[in-house]
């Protein structure tokens, strides 16, 4: 069965400093990893997918499947950065995400 | 679109009642799935449909737990009788099913409170 464990419940960082937060997974197929977050008050949406490779607001993911890990990066964190995040696992066949149990961040001043 | 539209928003109601939340996914998508995010558990997967037809109600906790899709535009997660234990954010979402496709839109939630 698939499952995705994101081991920190809580992070805090100072703003400037670099952030990692970390995602690992367990899933016998081909996987697609998402990073979704929500910050104060707003809805759940998508930051960025692994398949895209992109960054998003600064943020980088690369899917690491020696390590089964797809731990978000930041190198300088920003105030509004501060939020719930939540690492999800895709199925191969499409449709159901999977979450790991959210990490919620703070970037102090 | 108004994305994916969540009522009520929040509820407050008395152990043993009925609960009913509501949700109208965005129009097209033929996906929809009701999550329940808690502080100790995250987000859970309750139940999802495609095409208005439910294909995995696993993450159901128990009898009390329903949910219907009667429709494209609409599903309904009912909790009868409600207990403190279900409080909790429900959330809905939609998508478009298919590889490469699994992009969540999620509604604002309703947050429940069983006292």
């Known amino acids: 069965a698939q499952r995705v464990t994101q081991p920190e419940k809580l992070l805090s960082v100072f703003k400037g400093a670099p952030v990692e937060l970390k995602c690992n997974y367990s899933?016998?197929?081909?996987?697609?990893l998402f990073w979704y977050v929500q910050y104060s008050r707003q809805r759940l949406q998508l930051l960025l997918r692994?398949?895209s490779r992109e960054s998003i607001k600064g943020f980088t993911a690369d899917l690491n499947k020696g390590e089964t890990s797809f731990h978000l990066k930041k190198p300088f964190a920003q105030e509004e950065d501060s939020a719930m995040y939540y690492c999800?696992?895709?199925?191969?066949?499409?449709?159901?995400?999977?979450f790991g149990e959210g990490t919620q961040l703070t970037v102090n001043p | 679109d108004a994305g994916v539209i969540q009522s009520p928003r929040h509820e407050v109601t008395e152990m043993g009642q009925e609960v009913t939340l509501r949700c109208k996914p965005i129009?097209?998508?033929?996906?929809l799935f009701w999550y329940r995010q808690t502080m100790m558990r995250g987000l859970e997967l309750l139940i999802y449909?495609?095409?208005?037809?439910?294909?995995?109600d696993s993450g159901m906790p128990e009898d009390r737990f329903s949910a219907k899709m009667p429709n494209a535009s609409f599903s309904t997660l009912k909790i009868q009788p409600s207990e403190p234990r279900d409080s909790a954010v429900y959330f809905c979402?939609?998508?478009?099913?298919?590889?490469?496709?699994?992009?969540?839109?999620f509604g604002a939630g309703s947050r429940l409170t069983v006292l």
């Open positions: 979402a939609s998508s478009i099913r298919g590889r490469g496709a699994n992009v969540l839109t």
């Open positions: 899933y016998s197929g081909s996987p697609e």
């Open positions: 692994h398949i």
């Open positions: 999800a696992l895709g199925e191969t066949s499409g449709s159901r995400l999977t």
């Open positions: 129009s097209g998508h033929n996906s």
């Open positions: 449909f495609n095409n208005n037809v439910p294909i995995d």
